[in-house]
């Protein structure tokens, strides 16, 4: 890796946190060139803009999350269970994620007005993991894993609905109840799903 | 109504979907001054800060949305159509809210770093909500009407994070979809309950 790209990564990794918790908005510039310890040109030799830098973040962290959510589950054969390896990951595995809580969750409600390049990237994000649901339940309709009935883009925006409703949740309340009380009902409903 | 009085109701209104819409730190000094038709001395000879602003605008868009969906359910004895009718009030009484979406979602996500002023408001607000939702179960349960092995605070966890959840979902989908399925869901999880 070149030197201009490597500070080019190093300013992402550490403006990640700051629009993750911040917001477009609310993440100024002194807060990026604290966490970047570099000057405002130093920043922005390497990026066009601030909307360019949270473009980039945004990639950068849902990557990270998406990673996270399907890791060991392309080794899972039967897509019922592959399903509720992504619910457990969904829960379990939060280490190593950009601090402060699902990117799609923040960028879908901080840029759904007057940001259209993120809210763009957020949409492609949302598509993107409904996309790969739907076609592990369209798999196990295949291979009769999952019943004939079962319409695989309703499963797929039920299961991110409730899991992202459930992070919200979270916000406001002490424990993790929420995220436990989705994922468990979430893993029923999958169980009631599979195919004799 | 003294003439202050209706003047600072005014701004509240006014104000509520630009902090609605923005969020507290995206709505500028100068979107409240175009949306109230007042100079800055105008807002704030009724209001201390932006902050006490923002939470009496929280308040009022919350309490709207609120009313409308627990609108003709207190005529609704059975307490599990009860909840039927408060899934079908967030899916179709949308007329009348403050623009810009859920005030709940908008303000957990947004205010979840750095304004616990508002936070604290939107906890308050979500705990009210689960204990609504959770008091109408353990009634229906006292009654017979709700099986007895049903837990109350995972019923209205689940109703909650599920219905938030799709409205994100929805503010990235170009079709309702997500609302309409999480409704549906909720309603036939919920036609399960029914005691004998």
Redesign the interface.
Known sequence: MKKGEATRREIIEKAAPIFN???F??ASLSDLMEATGLEKGGIYRHFESKEQLAEEVFDYAWNLAMERRMAGTEAIDNSVDRLKQILRNFREKREGLVA??CPL??T???A???NPAL?NK??RA??GLLARLESIVEDGKKRGEIKNGVDP??IA??I???????L??N???ERD??MR??VQ?LEEYLEGMRGS
Chains 1, 2 share one sequence.
């Open positions: 918790k911040k917001g908005e609310g402060g809580g969750l923040n879908a409600v901080e759904d007005d007057g809210r957020a949409k949302m598509t883009e309703e925006t039920l991110v609905s409730t899991l992202e409703g459930s919200m949740v916000r406001l309340r109840a929420a009380v989705a009902h």
